[in-house]
């Protein structure tokens, strides 16, 4: 299954964001930047390009998640060979006097493949997926480090009923309720792939719930990114209704456990390719994605009013 798992991602990003020919040296990338979201000019209702490389000098990169201040900058990025093409780690830079760092490989990762990083709305937790032994499991896993007074702790398993014994377990997205939403194969959805949320008590995640058929279907649903209010949810699915494409659709929580029937997001962000991988910025006002757009593969973003105009009245 894990197997399975990590060849759709991989599809996904070969088909979405595409890999660069070219390997470039990290020196031949250093350049420098600074301010808020690395001194990109923000977006407004048009898409705009944030990376289509520079950051680690080729097309591997996405997933970007930045802390509540600003100051730290976590991505996922696919280092896989022709000899092991499903293998990943977390990038991570850090903000400093103004100045961002060259991405680097986060101390926490590097020898197992770590994927699909978030920070938590008050930036003191970080959870990802992984396929490291701890415990003895073959499948992939939700994990977490804590912000402490030294720096970030070693990474934990996530305890509970969200990490299943015969599924993966990855994206997961963690709201000011404290409820983890994440995307699983275990066996009772919908589809093979669905999403879930779990509650948060007495330092576990547990009452593990389906999201229901107005969010999962029979076909894939993952890249799971919760809003911080719990307001709405993005996620991907590629379905026939529409066109069988990798696309960013929205559902929107009218009141508790119950959400919208989820419908795409408009052309503002999915072009003729699809897109995927959507995050949202830590003050709610940018989605990135990943996309292509004519020859040009590139992680953009937006704002996130595109959203907003879907929502119902």
């Known amino acids: 299954m894990r197997v399975v798992l990590i060849t759709f991602l991989t599809i996904l990003l070969v088909q ?6 070219v ?20 977006p407004g209702l048009i898409a705009k390009e944030f990376d289509s ?23 996922s990025y696919n280092k896989g060979t022709e000899e092991n093409p499903y293998y990943y780690e977390i990038k991570y ?15 926490f990762s590097g020898t197992f493949s770590d994927v699909d990083i978030t920070i938590s709305p008050d930036g003191k937790k970080l959870f990802f997926a992984s396929d490291r032994p701890d ?23 996530v305890e509970g009923d969200v990490n299943s014994i015969d599924g993966d377990e990855i994206h997961a997205s963690l709201s000011l309720k404290n409820n ?18 779990a509650e948060y008590i007495d330092g576990k995640f547990v009452n593990v719930r389906n999201l229901g058929p107005n969010i999962n279907t029979e076909y894939m649903e993952t890249d799971c ?24 659709y929205v559902s929107f929580q009218i009141k508790e456990n119950e ?10 962000v999915t072009s003729i390719y699809g897109a995927l991988g959507s995050t949202i910025s830590p003050d709610g006002k940018y989605l990135f994605f990943s996309s292509r757009r004519g020859d040009k593969r590139a992680k953009y973003w937006i704002s996130t009013e595109i959203i907003e105009k879907l929502r119902p009245r």
């Open 259 to 268: 959400w919208t029937k989820a419908v795409p997001l408009g052309e503002e």
């Open 53 to 75: 490389g520079q950051l680690t000098g080729d097309m591997k990169s996405f997933n970007f998640s930045f802390s509540p201040d600003g100051k730290e900058l976590f991505f």
């Open 93 to 107: 830079m850090k903000c400093i006097n103004n100045v961002w760092s060259t991405p680097e490989t986060a101390f």
């Open 180 to 197: 983890l939403f994440f995307r699983s194969t275990k066996p009772g959805g919908y589809g093979d792939n669905d999403l879930y949320k």
């Open 225 to 248: 990114f919760i809003a911080y209010d719990e307001s709405y949810i993005l996620f991907n699915s590629r379905r026939p209704e529409d066109d069988n494409k990798y696309m960013i």
């Open 16 to 21: 979405i964001v595409g890999y660069s020919q």
């Open 135 to 157: 415990p003895e499991k073959e499948n992939m896993d939700i994990y977490y480090l804590e912000k402490t007074s030294n720096g970030w702790s070693q990474p934990k398993f």
């Open 23 to 42: 390997e470039t040296s990290q020196d031949s990338i250093c350049s420098i930047f600074k301010g808020q979201y690395l001194g990109k000019e923000p």
